[in-house]
């Protein structure tokens, strides 16, 4: 008895063989389209609107199946493996579930644990250059600082003189969400009426100071 999901592997077969638009589409023609959607699905989760996020979960499945598709044809791999493989990779980062001796423990511990079993993983893809861990290069700058602060305090690198640390947590405990909002966005409009490019400038600071902390390390 065919599911929902094979329904829709069947329907996005069927385009690819006889429309003449899909049959065009390889992985980075499909990579701006991958984005679109998934911004579009951030907005319904933003605005909490339910019944629109609905069709935008089908709008980004409808990319995972149709990038699964050419690489299907191109004798690599398909959407079986990759639902496989992910569900291989769930299942050994939660032994507290699946392990023989399992036991839930705290939301950290999770953490924790799923971290040093990613850390002891097989890689894939470019192997990683320096200290830091590789970000995707499409990440938007704030969320690329975000995640360099997070890996130098994770790792307890010293940051004395590249980042003011104390600064950094004095300024954290005088923000909520809608102070930070405001001020990200009166940071913003600054830029803007200076002729400054923040992301850009963010980007740009933010590996200076992966930089000069790796020199630091590696010294």
């Known amino acids: 008895m065919s599911t929902a999901l094979d329904e829709l592997r069947a329907t996005m077969a069927r385009l690819r063989r006889e429309c003449p638009w ?21 907005d319904t989760i ?30 690599h791999f398909g959407f079986d493996d990759v639902a496989r493989d ?18 839930p423990g705290t939301a950290g511990e999770v953490v924790a644990t799923w971290e040093q079993i990613k850390a002891a993983e097989k ?3 470019p192997a990683q250059a320096g200290i830091f861990k590789e970000q995707p290069p499409r990440l938007p700058a704030l969320m690329f600082a975000e995640a360099i602060w997070k890996q130098i305090e994770k790792r307890r690198w010293p940051a004395d003189g590249v980042v ?8 954290g405990d005088q923000l909520d969400e809608a102070d930070l909002g405001r001020r990200l966005f ?12 923040p992301e850009g400038a963010l ?6 100071v992966m930089e000069e902390i790796s020199a630091r390390m590696e010294s």
């Open 22 to 42: 899909d049959r065009e589409q390889t992985h980075a023609s499909l990579a701006r389209c991958l984005i679109d959607e998934c911004s579009e699905l951030l």
């Open 46 to 75: 933003d605005r909490q609107d339910l019944p629109h996020m609905r069709e935008e979960l089908g709008d980004v499945l409808i990319q995972v199946i149709f990038h699964a598709l050419i690489a299907e044809e191109g004798g």
């Open 86 to 103: 992910i569900n291989a990779k769930l299942i050994r980062r939660h032994p507290h579930i699946y392990g023989e001796h399992a036991k």
């Open 123 to 125: 890689k894939h893809g």
């Open 164 to 171: 003011d640390a104390a600064q950094v947590r004095a300024l």
């Open 186 to 197: 009166e940071l913003a409009a600054a830029a803007r009426v200076h002729g400054l490019d």
């Open 203 to 208: 980007r740009r600071h933010t590996a200076q």
